[in-house]
C-alpha cells in the first residue's frame, strides 16, 4: 500500500525528532558526567592542597642533660602546648647525633601542633583562648607561618596527623607492584601466547578462555580471600607484607593481562605469519622474531592498565592485612607494609580533621600517579601503533 507525500514527511518529522532527542539525551549524560568529575576533582583540590603545607612556629628550644625543653616563656609567650609532641620526641636524637647542642639554647623553626595548623589555615575553631591570642600574636611577629610539608612525602604514617605522611605507604605500593609484575606479566604473556598461537581449537582450550574471561569480571575481595587461602593460610607467606600483596594482585591482574596479550597478539596479520613460514621458519620463530616484537607495544600498553588498576585496589589488600600501622619504611618484602589506597582508607577513619586533608592530599598523589601510568599507555600505544 503506497503512502502519500504528507505521512512520509511526517514519517520523517518524527525520526528527525527522535534522532534530535537521542543526541540532546547523549549531550545531556556527558555534561553530567563532566560535571560529576569537576566537581570530585574540584572538591579533592579543595581538601587536598592545604595537606601540602605545614604550619610551624619559632621558638626557642633549650637542650639539657636530662632533655630538651621549650621554656615557659619562650619568645614572651607561653608556647609549650602549641609546639607539636613528635617534634620534641625527635630532639635526643639530634642531640645524639649532634653533641655540640648540649647546654645551649637556640631559637628554632619546629613543627606546629595540628590546632595551630588547621588555625592558620582558616579553621578558627580550632583554637580558642589564650592560644588563639598566642597564635595571632606569633603571626604579627612573623613567628607563625605555613611552609612546604615535606613531612608528608618523607614520614610514614603516625596518630599525630602533622607528622603524618605516605613515605612507607609508597614505598610499600612500589614493592607491591614489583612482585605483582614479576609474577604476571610472564605467566601472563606466555599463557597469552600459547592460547592463540600454539593451543588447539578444542573444548579444553574453550572452557579456559572462558574461565580467564569470567576472571576478568570476579569482585577484587574475592581474590584477596583467594590470597589468604592459598599463600597465607597454605604457603605460610608473611601476612601484611608486600610478597603477599603483590601475589594477590597478580592473580586479579593476571586475567586482564591475558586478554590484552591475545587482542594485541590477533591485531598482527596472518600475511607477517605466512611469509615467515614461507622461508622456513618454525612455530617459535614466527612467534619469538616476528609476531611478539610487532605486538609488544600493544601488550605494554594492556600491562601498563593492568598494573594502575592493581594500584588502586584497596579490598583484597584489607583481606590479606595491608592496613597495618607502618611508621617506618620497610626494608624487605617480607616486612610488614602497607600501601596508598590502604592508608587513605585508614586516614579517611579519623576523627582529627586533620586527617581529612591528609585524606584528600593522598588521593591527590594517587590520581596523579594513575593518570601519569594511564598517559603514559596512551603514548606508547600512539607511538609504537602500526596500521595494516
Known sequence: MSQS?????????????????????????????AAFLFIFIGDMLVKGLPAFQQAQIQVEVSYTEQASQIPPAAVGEDVRGLVSRGYLRLIPGRMRDNPELLGTTRMEWVLADSSVDQYLKGHEDALRGSEARVVERLIEGGRAELRFNTTFFTNGDSKMPELAGIASAAVGTVMTLIVTMLVCFPV???TAVYLEEFAPDNRLTQLIEININNLAAVPSILFGLLGLAIYINFFGVPRSSPLVGGLTLALMTLPVIIITTRSALRSIPDGIRQAAFGVGCSRWQVVRDHVLPLSLPGILTGSIIGMAQAMGETAPLIIVGMVAFIP????????????MPAQIFTWAGEPDRAFVEKTAGGILVLLAVLISLNATAVWLRKKFERRW
Open 188 to 190: 601472563g604473556v606466555m
Open 328 to 339: 617506618d619504611v620497610g626494608g624487605s618484602f617480607t616486612d610488614a607494609a602497607t600501601v
Open 5 to 33: 507525500f504528507d505521512e512520509i514527511t511526517a514519517q520523517l518529522k518524527r525520526r528527525h525528532r527522535r534522532s534530535a532527542r537521542l543526541k540532546h539525551m547523549s549531550m545531556g549524560a556527558l555534561i553530567l558526567a
